[in-house]
């Protein structure tokens, strides 16, 4: 069966990234590698320290009863309290014990190849620097807060943590096929912005897009304008998403077992020969094969979104 994967790719190196593959250029720092892992993870001083533990503690304000259970049991295993940014290497030991991941320290975003090989091997790159003050409530850029908050505590759940090596793996065949936007689609709505149902009425939040930011977490979940739909796949790598405002639409797994099946599974191959170069549904459409748990009055969106001063109800 043609998986998400390549079963019989070699993913202990770095794959070269073929010149007719279309990604994003980044310009590579001279200080890190081709792996564009720093050195060592950035010494924090004390004000910096002291906006994690603000940034922390307006998270565990909202996440209560919003975030899904497996991410506040990972919370609960791993050394990410309000005592400064967590250090990577601690972090990275007991993180190894439940599942097998670590976390290593990146400057900036990097380049999808490299990404995909690093979470192909269990690594989970996080950015190597934090938000100021003035960019508190939101910063463009993943920093460590978003990073090692809003990821690292999923990661403690073996399903996840193994849905996470699949979908770096998964990266080798987007790029043969220049399929990386629909890939990045399927990552934005489960990884980002997933939601789970954990009971007939009880949608919580899995993505880390979601769990790092107060807005969200409770737009996500409670808002009446977006949409919350059960998470098909083919038809979430047709979608379009958005990156510097609340999401119109949201997709909810029934559990992470079934986010595993529904993508490790799955004939890529075959999806990947029949889908477009670019999206076919907007972000807030709804179609007809959507099981539909919330149908949004997409308010927030029609009324101009962030930056019309909206209401994110």
């Known amino acids: 069966m043609a998986t998400l994967a390549d079963q019989n790719q070699d993913f202990s190196v ?34 910096e320290d002291a906006i994690w533990n603000d940034l922390y503690e307006r998270q565990m304000d909202v996440l209560p009863g919003r975030a899904a259970s497996a991410f506040i049991a990972g919370l609960q295993k791993l050394p990410l309290g309000q005592r400064g940014v967590p250090d990577f290497n ?3 030991e007991e993180l190894g014990h439940l599942t097998g991941w ?30 100021t003050r003035e960019t508190f409530d939101y910063i463009q850029e993943p920093d460590v807060f978003h990073d090692v908050f809003g990821h690292v505590p999923m990661l403690a759940d073996p399903v996840y943590a193994d849905y996470m090596q ?50 969200e977490a409770v737009f996500s979940t409670e808002a009446k304008s977006p949409n919350r739909i059960m998470l098909n796949v083919d038809r979430v790598m047709r979608t379009d998403y958005v990156i510097s405002d ?18 490790v599974e799955r004939d890529f191959d075959r999806l990947y020969r029949n889908l477009p170069p670019a999206f076919t549904y907007a972000n807030a459409a709804v179609i007809d094969v959507d099981d539909v748990l919330h ?19």
Do not use: C
């Open 246 to 263: 609340l999401q119109p639409t949201y997709f909810v797994i029934e559990s992470f077992e079934d986010l595993y099946h529904q993508t």
């Open 166 to 215: 699949e979908y770096g793996r998964a990266g080798w065949k987007a790029m043969r096929y220049n399929r990386l936007k629909a890939l990045g689609a399927l990552y934005w709505y489960t990884v980002e912005f997933g939601l789970i149902l954990e009971g007939p009425s009880d949608v919580r939040a899995y993505g880390a897009g979601i769990l790092s930011g107060p807005t």
């Open 295 to 313: 149908r949004g009055t997409q308010e927030y969106l029609l009324r101009g979104g962030r930056g019309s001063g909206a209401k994110p109800i």
């Open 90 to 92: 601690e972090l990275s």
């Open 14 to 47: 770095l794959p070269d990234l073929p010149a007719d593959v279309f990604t994003a250029p980044l310009r590579k720092p001279a200080h890190v590698g081709d792996d564009w892992i720093e050195p060592a993870q950035t010494q924090y001083d004390a004000a």
């Open 102 to 131: 670590s976390v290593v320290p990146v400057p900036m975003l990097i380049p999808d190849h490299v990404f995909f090989w690093h979470l192909a091997n269990r690594r989970f790159p996080a950015g190597n620097f934090i938000r």
